[in-house]
């Protein structure tokens, strides 16, 4: 079983940065995939950034160049930085892992960019 807890949500301005964190924790070993999904108002849930096997990165095409994902193995921990935020980027971010192939998510933490 694994637990996700998410931090570093707000509010900040267009134009601003942000930086989510994400710990894992619980009876586990390592981490094959973590990453960050977000669901804004009235849409569906998609993938903003992902890292694969620890190595890997793949990014949504809205914010490729904007944001960066990074993950801190010996803490299990994954951050997902965000510069250049726009007002679209308002959602809540859900960290996502994936271990011994099934899916955790955590709870979301609500980023929200004023215009």
């Known amino acids: 079983q694994v637990q996700l807890v998410e931090s570093g949500g707000g509010l900040v301005q267009a134009g601003g940065s942000l930086r989510l964190s994400c710990t894992a924790s619980?009876?586990?070993?390592?981490?094959?995939?973590m990453g960050w999904y977000r669901q804004g108002p009235g849409k569906q849930r998609e993938l903003v950034a992902l890292?694969?096997?620890?190595?890997?990165?793949n990014y949504a095409d809205s914010v490729k160049g904007r944001f960066t994902i990074s993950r801190d193995n010996a803490k299990n921990t994954v951050y997902l930085q965000m510069n250049s935020l726009k007002p679209e980027d308002t959602a809540v971010y859900y960290c996502?892992?994936?271990?011994?192939?099934?899916?955790?998510w955590g709870r979301g933490t609500q980023v929200t960019v004023s215009s």
């Open positions: 996502y892992a994936q271990y011994r192939r099934l899916d955790y």
């Open positions: 619980g009876s586990i070993g390592w981490i094959n995939n």
């Open positions: 890292i694969i096997g620890g190595i890997s990165t």
